[in-house]
C-alpha cells in the first residue's frame, strides 16, 4: 500500500472504504454490508432498526436542544459478481480487474462512520444524528421510497452520493416519469393474407418517429430506450411495446409531454383501416419520483456555504439530471442537498475514489455538524 499521509481520520476512512469495498452489495443483497455497518456503530447508537425495504436506521444521541439532524448514503451498489482487485496510489483508489469499486456510495457510507468516531472520540458537541443507509437506490430509489416518514424526526440533513467535484453542492434534481406504450393490431399470415392483419410494429414505428428524444430544453430529457413485438417472420405482428423516460426539472413539462405523446398515439391510431376494433392502444405513465428544488436561502444552505467557506472552497450550487435518494427525502420533507464525496467514474470499471477530495468532503461534514451545534438561535425557515 502506497503511504497514505493525510492523518489518522484519513487512513481510517480508507481502511473502512476498503472493507466495505470487499463486500458486494449489489441492490436487493445488501444484508452483509448492514451487519457490518450495525458492528461499526451499535456502540454509539441508541436505536436501529432495519425496516421492511432493508433499509438500516441507526439513531445517535446527541444534545436534546438541537434539532436532529439526517446523515445519508445507499448500501446497495449496481450489479457485480466480482470484488473489486483495489490498488492505491497517491491521487486515489482504483480497481485493476475490471469491474466497479464501490465508491458509489460506499465513500458516503465512510465518511458518516469516521464522523460519528470522531465526535465521540473528541466530545464535539453536536445534534442528535439519524443516519438512514438505503437499499435498493440503484434500483429506482427502491429503498427510500418505501421508508416510513414516522421512523426519522428530522426536518434537514444532507445526502453524500454526488460523483460531481467536491465543490458541487447538488440542490436541484429532476423528477422522472417512465411510460410504456402498448399497440395492439391484429395476426395474420404475412404472405397467404397479410390483407387481414395489422401490423403494431409498423403503426409503433410511426410513434416512435414523430416522438423527439435527447435533449428537449435546459430541462428536460426524453430517451426511448426499449421495444419489443412481433412473433415471428411470417406472422403480421400482432403486439409491439415501447418503453421510455422523461427527465425534467419542471413538473409541467413532463404533464405536456406526456399529454402530446398520447395524442400522436391517438392519431396514429385512426389513420389505421379498422378490424374488429383494432388497431388499439395502452399508454401507462410511472412516476418514478419528484424531482426537487432547495432554495438557496434556507438554514441548511447557509449552514452548508460556512461549512465550505471554513475550508476555503467556494460552494457552488448545481443542478442534476439523475434522482437520488435526496428526491424521496424531499417529498418526505426532508431538506437534503447532496454532498460530493471524491467518487469518480461511477458504475463503470474506470471508477475510482479521489483521497483528496474524500478527505475534504469528510472535513466539510465534520464543520456541518459543529456549525448546526453552534448556532441554536438563526432562523431556520
Do not use: W
Given at each position: 500500500m502506497t503511504d497514505i499521509t493525510q492523518g489518522v481520520c484519513m487512513q481510517k476512512m480508507i481502511k473502512n472504504f476498503i472493507e466495505m469495498a470487499e463486500i458486494l452489495s449489489p441492490s436487493k443483497k445488501e444484508k452483509?454490508?448492514?451487519?457490518?455497518?450495525?458492528?461499526?456503530?451499535?456502540?454509539?447508537?441508541?436505536?436501529?432498526?432495519?425496516d421492511r425495504?432493508?433499509?438500516?436506521?441507526?439513531?445517535?444521541?446527541?444534545?436534546?436542544?438541537?434539532?436532529?439532524?439526517?446523515?445519508?448514503?445507499?448500501?446497495?451498489?449496481?450489479?457485480?459478481?466480482?470484488?473489486?482487485?483495489?490498488?492505491?496510489?497517491?491521487?486515489?483508489i482504483f480497481?485493476?480487474?475490471?469491474?466497479?469499486?464501490?465508491?458509489?456510495?460506499?465513500?458516503?457510507?465512510?465518511?458518516?462512520i469516521e464522523l460519528v468516531e470522531k465526535l465521540f472520540k473528541e466530545n464535539i458537541k453536536h445534534p442528535p444524528l439519524e443516519l438512514v443507509f438505503t437499499a435498493g437506490e440503484e434500483i429506482g430509489l427502491y429503498g427510500s421510497s418505501r421508508l416510513d416518514k414516522s421512523l426519522v424526526d428530522s426536518e434537514y440533513g444532507v445526502v453524500l452520493d454526488n460523483e460531481k467535484k467536491i465543490n458541487q453542492v447538488v440542490t436541484e434534481a429532476v423528477g422522472v416519469?417512465?411510460?410504456?406504450?402498448?399497440?395492439?393490431?391484429?395476426?395474420?399470415?404475412?404472405?397467404v393474407e397479410p390483407e387481414k392483419g395489422i401490423s403494431a410494429i409498423k403503426i409503433l414505428s410511426s410513434i416512435i418517429n414523430q416522438i423527439k428524444t435527447g435533449?428537449?430544453?435546459?430541462?428536460?430529457?426524453?430517451?426511448?430506450?426499449?421495444?419489443?413485438g412481433g412473433k415471428g417472420i411470417n406472422i403480421v405482428p400482432p403486439q409491439a411495446k415501447a418503453k421510455g423516460e422523461i427527465r425534467s426539472f419542471k413538473r409541467e413539462e413532463i404533464n405536456l409531454i406526456e399529454d402530446n405523446i398520447e395524442k400522436i398515439i391517438?392519431?396514429?391510431i385512426k389513420k389505421e383501416k379498422k378490424i374488429n376494433g383494432l388497431p388499439s392502444y395502452?399508454?401507462?405513465?410511472?412516476?418514478?419520483?419528484?424531482?426537487?428544488?432547495?432554495?438557496?436561502?434556507?438554514?441548511?444552505?447557509?449552514?452548508?456555504?460556512?461549512?465550505?467557506?471554513?475550508?476555503?472552497?467556494?460552494?457552488?450550487?448545481?443542478k442534476s439530471f439523475g434522482g437520488t435518494d435526496a428526491n424521496n427525502f424531499y417529498k418526505m420533507g426532508i431538506i437534503t442537498?447532496?454532498?460530493?464525496?471524491?467518487?469518480?467514474?461511477?458504475?463503470?470499471?474506470?471508477?475510482?475514489?479521489?483521497i483528496s477530495e474524500f478527505n475534504k468532503s469528510f472535513d466539510i461534514i465534520v464543520d456541518i455538524i459543529r456549525l448546526l451545534s453552534e448556532d441554536k438561535s438563526e432562523d431556520k425557515n
Open positions: 452483509e454490508l448492514s451487519n457490518y455497518l450495525i458492528k461499526k456503530l451499535k456502540i454509539f447508537s441508541e436505536k436501529i432498526i432495519v425495504a432493508s433499509n438500516l436506521i441507526i439513531k445517535i444521541p446527541g444534545d436534546k436542544r438541537l434539532n436532529p439532524f439526517l446523515l445519508s448514503a445507499h448500501m446497495d451498489t449496481v450489479q457485480t459478481s466480482k470484488r473489486p482487485s483495489i490498488k492505491i496510489y497517491k491521487k486515489g480497481t485493476s480487474n475490471k469491474t466497479i469499486l464501490g465508491a458509489d456510495c460506499k465513500a458516503g457510507i465512510s465518511i458518516i416519469d417512465n411510460f410504456e406504450i402498448l399497440i395492439k393490431g391484429k395476426a395474420s399470415h404475412s404472405g435533449r428537449l430544453s435546459d430541462y428536460t430529457t426524453l430517451n426511448i430506450g426499449f421495444i419489443e391517438i392519431k396514429s395502452e399508454f401507462k405513465i410511472n412516476k418514478r419520483f419528484a424531482g426537487f428544488s432547495i432554495d438557496k436561502n434556507s438554514y441548511i444552505i447557509k449552514t452548508i456555504e460556512k461549512a465550505y467557506k471554513k475550508n476555503n472552497i467556494k460552494a457552488a450550487f448545481t442537498p447532496n454532498i460530493a464525496t471524491g467518487m469518480k467514474n461511477v458504475h463503470t470499471p474506470d471508477e475510482y475514489l479521489d
